[in-house]
């Protein structure tokens, strides 16, 4: 099928974000971007989400920008420890360089947990949702700081090969531009990944603004996350968490999710 991608120029994206960026557009550089034939939309991701309570993506990172090495996860162990203290999806990197992700980790995962997984990289090329859906995930991150004008045609993309996406905002700007496409599923970032600073403060002030616009889809909170206590006020506003750090450092998975979730 084809996709109308306005111009993409992420030569503007700052900090560390842009630097990972750009690094994703030169492995992508010359990939087939044909996606192939459509693919039947199975919206797992989108009901574990939908579930009554806060769900918890746990998420399944080694590595990170800002704390470095995190634990030398094994990805299916990990995975299974998640979904054993409760989790409802598992999220799990696929990005080499920072995150200690791979499409191998990827594969474990799903090959390991009945849960539905979301990739989660950079996606700045086509070839990177049809590697998705080729490897079994249920679910794609989309990033408004990354993508601008063209998360729209990659959210069309998704859904053409039967992905649910997380489009993911981080500050009013990028949540009006998601808000314009009524995505199924908005994800409010508290970590600004161009300088790595956290403000949990973020998650919470934007999924109230969303409600207030009449914003009817999934919204979930992310990043940032260390303890029950964090969640408090999420329970009654967010339909769901992705926590990667304090849970994969935690060295008992599945007790860290069931205390982060416990009310
Ligand atoms: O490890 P934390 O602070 O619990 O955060 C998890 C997740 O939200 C974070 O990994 C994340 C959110 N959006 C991203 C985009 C790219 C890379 C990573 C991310």
């Known amino acids: 099928m084809t996709v109308f991608f306005p111009a993409t120029d992420f030569s503007g994206v700052p900090g560390v974000l842009g630097k990972i960026v750009r690094e994703r557009v030169r492995d992508y550089h010359g990939a087939d971007p044909d996606v192939g034939a459509s693919r039947p939309a199975a919206r797992r991701f989108e009901a574990a989400l939908k579930q009554p309570g806060l769900s918890l993506i746990a998420e399944v990172k080694r590595a990170s920008p800002s704390q470095g090495a995190i634990a030398p996860l094994d990805p299916a162990t990990a995975a299974?420890?998640?979904?054993?203290?409760?989790?409802?999806?598992?999220?799990?990197?696929?990005?080499?360089?920072?995150f200690s992700g791979s499409k191998e980790a990827l594969l474990e995962v799903v090959e390991a947990v009945s849960l539905p997984v979301i990739r989660k990289?950079?996606?700045?090329?086509?070839?990177?949702l049809r590697e998705a859906a080729d490897w079994g995930a249920s679910a794609a991150l989309l990033m408004v700081s990354v993508l601008g004008e063209a998360t729209g045609p990659y959210l069309t993309l998704a859904e053409h090969l039967g992905l649910d996406a997380l489009v993911e905002v981080h500050d009013e700007a990028e949540l009006e531009l998601a808000l314009n496409l009524n995505p199924r599923i908005i994800g409010v970032n508290n970590r600004d990944l161009t300088t790595l600073h956290i403000d949990l403060s973020q998650s919470p002030r934007l999924i109230r603004l969303a409600r207030e616009r009449g914003y009817a889809g999934v919204l979930v909170a992310e990043s940032g996350y260390s303890n029950a206590?964090?969640?408090?006020e999420l329970h009654d506003l967010a339909d769901a968490v992705l926590v990667g750090s304090s849970l994969a450092?935690?060295?008992?998975?599945?007790q860290a999710a069931r205390e982060l979730m416990a009310q």
Do not use: K, W
Not at 80 to 98: K, M, N, V
Not at 121 to 128: E, G, I, L, N
Not at 229 to 232: F, G, I, T
């Open 80 to 98: 299974r420890d998640y979904q054993q203290g409760g989790a409802r999806a598992i999220s799990c990197l696929t990005e080499p360089r920072h």
């Open 121 to 128: 990289d950079f996606v700045v090329h086509p070839a990177m």
């Open 229 to 232: 206590r964090d969640l408090a």
């Open 249 to 254: 450092g935690s060295g008992n998975l599945a």
